[in-house]
């Protein structure tokens, strides 16, 4: 495969090249997120939902190589313990607990500064309610579907500000690897499978059975 010499970065991290094949889209992905489009800054409060999946937990080491706070939200306590291990600072099992009631306690009322969400669909207006006003909510997934319905009235009144992301630049890509080399951000690596066993990576995927991310090793028996 070519690449145009513009799109290619120099790594320096020293890591496995497992492990780098973890970081190239979804590191640039959330450094954009967060740092460009979401403005999150040191001593922001951040919520990132489905914290333990490839994306989010990148979006966590990321808000916290800037100095901001997080918020998280899993499906079951065996990742919340996954998510604080990467340094979320409040874990919120959307199975058993409100979001935006344990957000706003977190906030002594006020709402997160800034959320990152990845799940989309029905999700998205309890994410916007957790934002503060003048908060930025940064839509990045629709794992729980691409459509939503949102309180215009309460949006509007609030200014609140709902930006979208896709991808990032090479110096967005650049800055996560100066963190990966400091020791700031760390791969998310969940395991490895050979290319034969690539059905079984995807119906773990599908069943919400990873924790960071999967890696295909085509040489691999």
Known sequence: MEVPARWA???T????PAEMATLPVVLGTSVRAIR?????????????????????????????????????????DVKGDYVKSLGADLVIN???ENVVERVKAW???????????NVGGN?????????RPFGIIVAYGFSAGAE???NVRDFFLAQKQLRGTVF?????????????RLGKITPALDRTFPLSQASEAHRLLATNQVKGNFVLLPWAE
């Open 123 to 131: 999700e998205l207006s309890h994410i916007i309610e957790s934002v």
């Open 94 to 96: 959307t199975r058993k």
């Open 107 to 117: 906030t002594e009322g006020q709402g997160a500064d800034v959320a990152i969400d």
């Open 148 to 150: 939503s319905t949102i």
């Open 36 to 76: 460009h489009v979401g403005e999150v800054k040191a001593g922001d409060t951040v919520l990132i939902t489905a914290g333990a999946s490839g994306s989010g937990s990148m979006h966590i080491q990321v808000a916290k190589a800037l100095g901001a706070k997080v918020a998280v939200t899993v499906r079951d």
């Open 9 to 11: 970065t120099k790594d």
């Open 13 to 16: 991290t020293g890591r496995s």
């Open 168 to 180: 990032a630049d090479p110096e967005d890509l650049e800055w996560g690897l100066e963190q990966v």
